[in-house]
Structures are given as structure tokens and as C-alpha cells.
């Protein structure tokens, strides 16, 4: 297929994702936020959504305050802000127009049917905190029928392939820079027994990857930091932990190489970093720094962004 | 101006053959039921995302073209004769574009005056001597047909570069199958939907000789910001192709590849829908960042076929299209059979002194205008904007062509005020392979929705039907 389909089809998967993790951040500031100020005490909320989101330093480029009605305008509506929800889904848009021919036209229809909505029903924002949840609602719904449409509808061929890369890069991403900006609230401390505002990070952290009743299922255990820890990073068996990101990755990354008769430093650099996810313990993680652990993978998963970029995309 | 002819009722009201089932389903069908189902049509329409840009206009960069749900209907006998003169009209453009850049023979007859040729920005003198394969220029071309009357279809213009509105021709069907299953089952009407298959077969039956047995056919676009990128991707998609832009495109040794996710893989026919001057920025317009550096000189070499040719607009020209009905008696030996709407060449000083002292009563067009801009309709302008013409048309006569305005038939169409008549012309769609012309039965109809305008054109709030050919 033509390189640039390819790229489109990629950049389109990636830019769903992010509009859901966006989604999915605000949503689970708003919960935090809703508990009484006693349980979170001094920390911004809001602040710390920037920084999941990764646009924390241009936020203060045009806002002086990170408050509520700021931090929601900025990541779900700003068009100066390149991550924005508004943004992700007129870019996805975008890319489907340039690539309609490799898409079905169930997956075209639910971004051409969320971006007539945007405009006709979200072109001036919320207003109140229901509108907002509507509008969360609807943007999470839209990268659930997109998923599924895709799924269910594609071609199993190197479209659906480089789609589903897009998707489990950035994925990844977003998990781990959870990760990265909550990672104090995860450190084991001997003695330490969550207080609420504890609790109520944690259960906000696995909202955030949709993935609280998981929890249960996997650990049939109470909340417990370094078990959060294990579930987003190595456990394969949720989807948005990083060793089920990378099992994606490797796993698409292969049939492409069959398909096509070779493999390449992409094929390699994901089998690498995937075994080291199956090699890790938490324990080990925990002693070499959580933070370190994250920052580095953080490195390689958008070095293998760019080696599939060089390989196929361009 | 004389009164228009009605397709449906003809004149004297008397209700024509070929609409009788449609007008007593009409009488069946409650008005609100029609509603519905022209509420429908719209929703569809925007859900597929079938959409034109409107160019200057950033309020609404992507528009829909209105979609009238009332077909328009002709007999097959009818079609008959349309079909004949379209290939008869199609065979003449090819044959004169090889003349033109070859022997040119026409010239020598003194049939045309050389300097409308050689004088004329879209004669392209690289495609001197330059053969095509099978001397196919026009592979695809769309003639604006208009009526008159009973019996006359007139020529209202030859487009022979990058003609569109197949898609609103595939698409319209489709809808209209969906929408009224019921209108069709009383009537036979010819199918339209193997326009794609014949045209793929018609690009690769010219593909260079140094092609392989499958050789590989691209659709070249603009890309997504030009206003027929949707029907770009659409025949993509029902062709089976790559829709390609020019940077997804590289020549090397004189051969054409596109890049994909394997390398590089030869294209050997382009379906471009990239206008002549950005094709090349080596040879046309070096600000171009549409086209592929070096095409021209692949397609000098024989090794890519570009359909349609380039320089094919010196056939579809609004000066030359006065010479028509020489160009068919010179090339075939016959009698046009499609007429041309009389014309008056504002550089021939006769002409001129005609169309100055008529302005009011005359359609002025530019030579190398389209879409349907900067035109006087004399008989629908004021005063003012007739004598600001007037000057303009002084001074560059050369640049205009006058016509008398016409009396285009009319169908019924859906109004705020229920059905009423309106102005309708036809694209018909001609393809020319190695071997055949062909034609699918039908086209595209445009419809003027304002009471009384004769401007078809969707940039100016022009709307479609679905064109029924009946199968008799």
C-alpha cells in the first residue's frame, strides 16, 4: 500500500486514542475533584491533568490559572492546543478524508458522524458539568464504535495493521504517562496505609485506563499501589497495560514482516522492549526507580514510533 | 425568450410517455411521504460525506450539492440518438488533438485561424510529434447537453481535461435505489453502475507498451482540499486503485513509481485529475507542489500514460468549440449529429459589432472561463453590470464568445411551493479506450433550484437528479 495511506491510517488510529485518554483524564479529574476539599488537600487536580495530558507548559502560554473551566477548555476544545479533543477528532477526520479509500465505511462513518457532532452540537463547548459528562460520554463512545467498527469491519491486511499499531503506540504512551506523572502515589512505603485522598488517587488512575473493575477481577484484593503498578505495566492480561501494548505491537509488527517478506529494525526494536516487559518483576522495577523505569520506556516506545515512521511511512 | 420545454409535460400539457408512471406515482404519493423521503436523501448524502468544496467561501468549506429526488427521465429511443452524436462528437475531439500535434492537417485546410491555436495558453507545444498510445487524448470526457425541444439536444460545451460529477451520477443512483424501491419497480431503467469497470478497461487498454500484462493504473488528486476530492477518492475506491498525490509519486530513469509501504512500486497508466499546469514543476509551473518533478519527461518517454493526455483543452476551448461542427465534417466525413448552440467569436470585428449592440439579449462567456464564472447572462443583468461588461469586453474581444440565451427544458422538481418546473442540462460521461467509445446510459443532470435561472453550476447553487435512461 501506498506509504502515505499507510501514515494516514496510523496517525488516524493515534488521534482517536488520544481524544478517549483525554476524555478519560477529565473525566477522572472531575471525579477527584467532586470529593471534599478535606480529601485532597492542597494538590491542583486540574495541574496534574496538564501533565498526564502532556501539554502542561503550553497550557501557561495562554492561561494564568490552572482552574477547572481552564483546564477542560483547554484539552477538550482549544484549537491551540494540538492535543485537544477537538483537534484529535478534526485531525482524525483529516486523515480519513485522505485515506477513505482504505477505510470501511463503518469507521468513516463514525468520524464523519462525531465530527458533524462536534460542530453542530459541541461548537461552543459546555457549559455545566453535565454537558461536559455528555460530551465525554460521546467522545469515548465515538473511539468504541471506531475500535470496534475497525475490528469488526477491515480487511485482516496491512491497512488493519498499521491502524492497530497507531493505536497500541499511542496507548502506550498514554499509560505510561499516567505512570510518569502519578508514580509517587504508587511507591510501596513499608508501613503506609492509604489515606482517602490516597484511595481516591489510585481508583482515578485505574479510571483513567478503564480499568477499576479489572483491578478486582485480577487481584481480588483491595486497592494496594504497588499492585496498580503491576497491573498497568506488566500484566498482558489488561488491555492498556504496556505489556499487552507491546504484545499488540509485536504481534502486528510481525504480519506486516510476513506479509511483506522482511523484517526490519522495527520488527526488532518492539521484540526488545517487549522482552524486557516479560522479563521484569515489579519488585525489581521498584528498586531500580519506577520513575526511571517509566522515562525510559517512554524513550523507546516513541523511538519505535519513529523507526516505523522511517520503515514503512515515509 | 421562448417558452421552455417541458420533459414531463410537453408542450400544450400534454404528459410525455416516458413520465407517465412517475406522474400517477406521484398522484399516489402523499406530498409528505415525498418530504420524508427527501429529508432522507439529504442525511444520506452528508453521512457518506459526499461533499464539494466551494473555493473562497471559508464559512462552508465543505458543502453538499442539493440533491433533487425527482428523477429525470428520457426514452431509450431518445437516448439512441444522444449516444450515437457523443461518439460521433468524441471520435472528432480525438482525432483533431492528434491533427493538432501532428500533421495538422485542419490548419492547411484553413478550417481554423492558426493564431487561435499557437496563440492559445492551453495549446501545449511539448506535445509536438508526441504520440499517445491508440491516439487517445480524451479518454474521459463530459459534454454539457442541453434541450431545446422535442426533438433537439444541443452541445453546450466539450470538456475534454479533467471533467467531473461521475460520482453524483454513481451515488445519486444508489440513493435514489434505496430511497424509492417502489419507483423502480415500475419502470426499466438502465443500470449505471458498471461505469467504473469500463472505465478502468478503457485505462488500461492504453497502457505503454513497456508496461507489464497487468499494468498498474493510479488516480492521481490534488489532494484533500480540492472541491472534487470526494468524487476522487470514491472512483478510487470502485476502481480499485491507488489514489495517489504527487508526492507520493517519483520518476527515476524515466519511469513513474509510487512509494509505498514495500518500495517502490511502476504506475503505468495515471488517471490524473490534476490540471495540466501542475503536473510538472520541471516543465509547467514551478511553484507547483501538486505534481511530480519529471513527468513529462517519463511521458515523453513513453513509459506513463496520462489520461486524460496533456494539452487536450485546446479541443474543449470556448473558441474552438465554435468550429465543432467543421471539426466532426472534417475528420469523419459526416453530418454532425449533435448541434452546436450558434455562436458569435467576438474577435471577428462582424461578431463583435452583433454582440455590442445585443448585450441584453445575449450569454458573453469567457473563452477560458468555466464553472460558470464570470459570465453575463444580458437578458438576467442590470443595466449597470451590462455596460461594465460592455467596457471590458472592448477591450479584450478576443478573450469572449457570445451565445443567444437558450431555452433549456425543464423537469419537475421539489420547491418550497411543492413540484414546479425547473431548468435541467446533462453531463453524459464518454469513455474512449484503444478499441471502443463507450457511454453509460444517463449522466449527470444539473438542475438551476431558483425559479427561472438558467445556471446549473453546484458553485452557484445549482442542485442533481438521477438521470433515468428507460430500457424499452
Known sequence: ?314 | MAVAFDEMNGPGGDLRPAYRELSRWLKETPPDALEYRRQEAELLFRRIGITFAVYGDAEAQERLIPFDVIPRIMSGKEWTVLEKGLKQRVRALNMFLRDIYHGRDILRANLIPDDLIFQNPVFRPEMNGQSVPHDVYVHIAGIDIVRIDADNFIVLEDNARTPSGVSYMLENREIMMRLFPDLFARHRVAPVERYPDELLSALRSVAPLSASAEPTVALMTPGVYNSAYYEHSFLADKLGIELVEGRDLIVKNDEVFMRTTEGLKRVDVIYRRVDDDFLDPLTFRPDSALGVPGLMSAYAAGNVTLANAVGTGIADDKAIYSYMPEIVKFYLGEEPILKNVPTWRCREPKDLSYVLDNLGDLVVKEVHGSGGYGMLIGPAATKATIEAFRDKLKREPEGFIAQPTLALSTCPTCTAAGLAPRHVDLRPFVLTGSKHVTIVPGGLTRVALKEGSLVVNSSQGGGTKDTWILDE
Open chain 1, 1 to 314: 500500500m501506498l506509504s502515505r495511506t499507510a501514515e494516514n491510517l496510523y496517525w488516524l488510529a493515534r488521534y482517536v486514542e488520544r481524544a478517549e485518554y483525554i476524555a478519560r483524564t477529565i473525566d477522572a479529574t472531575l471525579r477527584v475533584t467532586a470529593l471534599p476539599a478535606a480529601y485532597i488537600g492542597k494538590t491542583n487536580e486540574w495541574e496534574s491533568a496538564l501533565l498526564t495530558a502532556g501539554v502542561s507548559t503550553s497550557f501557561y502560554e495562554t492561561y494564568q490559572e490552572a482552574t477547572e473551566q481552564n483546564v477542560v477548555e483547554y484539552l477538550a476544545f482549544s484549537p491551540a492546543n494540538p492535543s485537544s479533543i477537538k483537534n484529535c477528532i478534526e485531525a482524525a477526520r483529516l486523515n480519513s478524508r485522505s485515506v477513505r479509500t482504505a477505510l470501511t465505511s463503518e469507521m468513516w462513518d463514525t468520524i464523519n458522524s462525531a465530527w458533524i457532532e462536534l460542530q453542530e452540537v459541541w461548537g461552543k463547548g459546555t457549559s455545566s458539568r453535565e454537558e461536559l459528562a455528555r460530551f465525554l460520554r460521546f467522545v469515548q463512545e465515538t473511539s468504541l464504535r471506531f475500535d470496534g467498527s475497525a475490528y469488526r469491519t477491515m480487511l485482516r491486511n496491512d491497512a488493519y495493521w498499521f491502524s492497530r499499531l497507531g493505536l497500541h503506540l499511542e496507548r502506550a504512551d498514554n499509560t505510561a504517562r499516567i505512570l510518569d506523572v502519578k508514580y509517587h502515589v504508587l511507591l510501596p512505603e513499608e508501613e503506609h496505609v492509604g489515606g482517602p485522598l490516597d484511595y481516591y488517587q489510585w481508583t482515578s488512575i485505574l479510571r483513567s485506563v478503564s480499568a477499576l473493575t479489572a483491578y478486582h477481577w485480577v487481584y481480588r484484593e483491595t486497592l494496594k499501589p504497588w499492585l496498580i503498578a503491576d497491573l498497568l505495566i506488566l500484566n498482558d492480561t489488561l488491555p492498556r497495560s504496556l505489556a499487552s501494548c507491546y504484545s499488540n505491537l509485536v504481534r502486528n509488527l510481525d504480519q506486516i514482516g510476513v506479509a511483506y517478506g522482511r523484517q526490519g529494525a522495527s520488527q526488532r526494536h518492539a521484540r526488545g522492549v517487549r522482552n524486557r516487559l516479560e522479563h521484569s518483576h515489579m519488585d525489581d522495577i521498584f528498586q531500580h526507580g519506577v520513575h526511571e523505569f517509566i522515562q525510559e520506556f517512554i524513550a523507546d516506545n516513541s523511538r519505535l514510533g519513529e523507526i516505523i515512521t522511517k520503515q514503512y511511512l515515509i
